[in-house]
Every structure is written in structure tokens, then in C-alpha cells.
């Protein structure tokens, strides 16, 4: 059964009573959509804005740049931003069955522990790295010899290195050696630090989305149906409860109810934008867009944030573009070395630098991620056009420590870039140059340099107190029969790409409603 066959008749799904609705079929939707329809008495509604169509490029490990602007992108872009020059920054987030893991670079990458470990002393409890260890490794099937206490054996996303070995990312790994990094056996582990080699989300050499994972073996269910094309306008609410949505297709307006829960997994940017348009927000934000306020839950939108990142470029001496996909290292490492995991570094065979400079000819690069920024923004309604798309505002680099510790990861991605392992490949320094070397100029090339890692979290955060927006069961403070699932209730981001924890949340959301846990 394909997802066409499978989006539903016109207004079909509408008449039809559903226990869940769950709004958003990205990798997060996809999870919910096959567990809980685990149950054949239970009758499970996935609504996705996307359509069913996968462009060619998405299958292909390596078409994944193509991906941005076509019809499976949102193609969101940030405000203005004071922190990198006033620039608007592009942030791409998948418009498809599977969301971003259907657009994304295929990175299956879990944060070192002591990022779950700061959700529950933010308050959070209950979310530390043991209590997720279990759902991060209920998502994977993780290949290659991996240690059991720490990997998952059986789980529906397959996760391995590359397909092949190549000589210039053979030497990125000496190279990280040679300047002190140590040999990380599984940087997936929990534990290590260091260098070590990429694990992906591939299978017999094409991506695997949560979609391909997750909800393609499921399709054939009786109890559950997936409408594409299906754009979520609101929640429909009464005395305290969600009783489900309000969508559209094709433009007609269609309504699904929700016998036991609506569940938004519709990412950080689309779960708080639903929310404030359903009346659920602060107060002074809702009456200025002319939408009546119906739970005034002050951080709806708030504490948004992301993975900022650079590169330092240089020329190659010779051809350096594999044309199979094939194993690459990345580097885990601390600003401070008494302080948590906070920067890694990652290598790219071209000599990709500032927005639009994609460089030409041969080269390589050292991309430099901030792991753990302090900077807050926020996802709000344009007042203008409460509909459309919404503000979003990552703030980038407006908290100094950020400034101060993306410097320290310049120098560290130049050290490894320098060091002599490179020396067959490396040309010149294409940026920052080598005019760029003392603070001031740091700082300038990396405001006017810096790029999203595509990791946006945050927006409706787990916990108890006024910062948050759902509780420790991801229930909505306030809203009955509502919960989120998603990268937006991370308190704060994973020292890692964020596809791998938004599975194991998702998990996890799931093992709540059904009572697993």
C-alpha cells in the first residue's frame, strides 16, 4: 500500500471516530502513528501538511542538499538577526511523511548523557539519561558490533557507518588524533568523547526515514489513516479539553475528533505556531494576532534555540568528492575541559563557508558546532498575517558565552585542519584566511559566517514551573486531552544532531499514553 492509496477520501477520515489524532507525520508523527495503532482496538488519525510524493533526491545519501526549496520543504527563513550582522538565515524542515529525516543529511547521533542529564536538574524529572536509554535504544538497530547495554539491537531505524572507506576522511580521523583528541570507541554510547566515526540512517545504500522505518510497514493497518496534504488550522477546544482539529485539503475544511487525545508532532516550529492559533499562548501576543485567548500558558514559542555552526575551508591538491557514501569521522569535545560536551567538529568534502559562498574547485572543510548555546528566541504569530508563516527568531549569538566559545571552536577546527596528517590533500586556507587570527577577527568571521546545523528545539518545554509548556507526561499545562511529542519540548538542545532523541521522545510519548510506562 502506498501513502496515496492510503491518504483517505475526501472528508472520509472526518466521519470516522478516531481515538487519536496526531498532527504532524515527521519523524516524531511517524513513531506515534505506529505504536499506538499497535493495538487494533485502537482507532489512530495521522494528519501530515505534506504530499505524498518523494522527490528522486530523497532516496539518494548524497542528493540531500537538493532537498531544500522543493515542494518537501517548508523553506522557513528566520528574522533579521542582530547576533550575525542582520542577516535571515534559510531553515529548511521537511514538509513530508517522515519531516525532516526525509530531507535531512542522515546523521543517527545521540547526545553525550550529560545533556539528558541537565533536562531533569532543569527540572525535568524523570527525562535524565537513564530513564531515555531505554527509548534511544527501542529506535535503533545498530550494526557494526556495538555494545548491547548501551545500543539498541532491534529497532526499526538501522544505523551504521558509511558504505565504504575514503583516504582524505581516513586522514581527518589521524588528524584529530594527532592534536589530542582521543579514540572514541561509539560516540553513540553515552559515554566517549573524542573522534569517531558517523553513523547513519541508510539502508542498502538509500536513506531511511522514519517514514521508511517507522510507518511504511504499518500502512496496511485497518485502525489507522494517514491524510497528506492535510494542513493543520486548529484545535478545536471546549471547557478545558481538546476534542481534535480542524484541518484543510485541496482547501475544504475538514474537522477530526479525538475520542482520548490530539497529539501535536508537528516540530518546533509547527506544534507552538498551532498552539498560539488554537488560543493557547501568552495572553498579549494571542489579543495583538485577534485570536481569543484560551489558556494564557506564558512560554508557548519561547526558548527556541539551535545548533549555530561554521567552517573553516580550505583548497585541496587534488580531487577529494567520493561518489559513493562512505565513512567520515566527527570530533566531540569540550570549550572547557572541566565542563560538559559542547563543540563538535565535522568534515565536508567541499569548501563550503558564509551563506552563499559554496566555494569552487576542490576542497574540504572543518565545520565547527556549538552544542550547548545559551542564546534564547522564540516562534511567534505575525500579527499581520496570523495564518502564515510565523516569526522565528533564533537570536543567535546574542548571549557572549556563545561568541566567546564558537572562537574556541574555530581555533580547534583549524588545529585538526593544519595538522600534518592533512598535509597531502591540504592547499590554502580559503576562509577565514589568514588575516583572521586574533579575537576581534574571530569574532567577525563567525557572526558574519554563521549557519544553522537545521536543529531547531524547545518551543513547548518539559516541565513544572512558568518556563514550560507541557509536564512531565507531555501533557499541555492547562488543556486536557492535549499532548506534544516532538524536538520542541526539549528543555535544552542535545549535544548531538536531534533526529535520534526526537525517535526515543517519541517513543517515549508513546509508552505514556498507552501505559507502558
Not at 121 to 139: I, Q, V
Not at 186 to 193: A, E, F, R, T, V
Request: proline fraction near 6%; include cysteine; glycine fraction near 12%.
Amino acid at each position: 500500500m502506498t501513502w496515496q492509496e492510503n491518504s483517505g477520501s475526501a472528508g472520509e477520515e472526518s466521519r470516522v471516530a478516531h481515538d487519536y489524532v496526531v498532527v504532524g507525520g515527521g519523524t516524531a508523527g511517524c513513531v506515534l502513528a505506529s505504536r499506538l495503532s499497535q493495538d487494533p482496538g485502537v482507532r489512530v488519525l495521522l494528519l501530515e501538511a505534506g504530499g505524498a510524493g518523494r522527490p528522486a533526491a530523497m532516496a539518494d545519501p548524497l542528493g540531500w542538499p537538493l532537498l531544500f526549496g522543493t515542494e518537501a520543504d517548508w523553506a522557513f527563513e528566520t528574522t533579521p538577526q542582530p547576533g550575525t550582522g542582520g542577516s535571515v538565515h534559510s531553515w529548511p524542515r521537511g514538509k513530508v511523511l517522515g519531516g525532516s529525516s526525509s530531507i535531512n543529511a542522515m546523521m543517527h547521533s545521540r547526545g553525550h548523557r550529560d545533556s539528558y542529564d541537565a533536562w531533569a536538574a532543569d527540572g525535568a524529572t524523570g527525562w535524565d539519561y537513564a530513564s531515555m536509554l531505554p527509548f534511544l535504544k527501542r529506535t535503533e538497530h545498530a550494526v557494526d558490533g556495538r555494545d548491547p547495554r548501551h545500543r539498541g539491537m532491534d529497532g526499526p531505524m538501522t544505523v551504521a557507518e558509511g558504505e565504504t572507506d575514503h583516504v582524505l576522511w581516513e586522514a581527518a580521523f589521524e588528524a584529530a588524533l594527532e592534536v589530542g583528541h582521543p579514540a572514541a570507541h561509539d560516540l553513540n554510547n553515552g559515554i566517549d568523547d573524542g573522534v569517531g566515526w558517523n553513523e547513519y540512517n541508510v539502508v542498502g545504500g538509500a536513506r531511511q526515514s522514519a517514514a521508511d522505518a517507522y510507518l511504511t510497514p504499518v500502512l496496511g493497518r485497518p485502525n489507522l489513516d494517514v491524510v497528506t496534504g492535510a494542513q493543520a488550522r486548529r484545535l478545536v477546544l471546549d471547557e478545558g479539553r481538546c476534542r481534535g482539529v480542524e484541518y484543510t485539503v485541496d482547501g475544504e475544511l475538514r474537522a477530526a475528533a479525538a475520542e482520548r487525545e490530539v497529539v501535536l508532532a508537528a516540530g518546533a516550529i509547527g506544534s507552538p505556531q498551532l498552539l498560539l492559533l488554537s488560543g493557547i499562548g501568552p495572553a498579549a501576543q494571542l489579543r495583538d494576532a485577534g485570536i481569543d485567548v484560551v489558556a494564557d500558558l506564558a512560554a508557548v514559542g519561547e526558548n527556541l534555540h539551535d545548533h549555530p555552526m561554521s567552517t573553516v575551508g580550505y583548497g585541496a591538491t587534488r580531487p577529494v568528492r567520493a561518489a559513493s557514501f562512505v565513512r567520515k569521522p566527527h570530533v566531540r569535545l569540550r570549550s572547557d575541559p572541566a565542563g560538559p560536551v559542547d563543540l563538535n567538529l565535522l568534515f565536508v568534502d567541499t569548501p563550503a563557508g558564509p551563506p552563499g559562498t559554496l566555494g569552487t574547485g576542490d576542497g574540504f572543510g572543518v565545520r565547527f558546532g556549538l552544542m550547548t548555546p545559551f542564546s534564547r528566541g522564540s516562534v511567534r504569530l505575525n500579527s499581520a498575517k496570523p495564518g502564515g508563516a510565523p516569526l522565528i527568531d533564533p537570536n543567535y549569538l546574542t548571549d557572549q558565552r556563545d561568541v566567546e566559545r564558537m572562537v574556541v571552536g574555530l581555533r580547534r577546527a583549524r588545529e585538526v585542519g593544519e595538522a600534518t596528517a592533512f598535509s597531502p590533500w591540504r592547499d590554502q586556507e580559503l576562509f577565514p584566511g589568514p588575516d583572521v587570527h586574533d579575537d576581534e577577527a574571530c569574532v567577525g568571521f563567525v557572526r558574519r559566517s554563521l549557519r544553522t546545523f537545521f536543529h531547531p528545539v524547545g518551543t513547548c518545554r518539559i516541565g513544572v514551573d512558568d518556563a514550560a509548556v507541557v509536564d512531565l507526561e507531555l501533557r499541555v499545562h492547562g488543556v486536557e486531552g492535549l499532548r506534544v511529542a516532538d524536538a520542541s519540548v526539549m528543555p535544552s538542545i542535545v549535544s548531538a544532531n536531534t533526529n535520534a532523541t526526537t525517535l526515543a521522545i517519541a517513543e517515549r510519548a508513546a509508552a505514556l499514553m498507552t501505559g507502558e510506562t
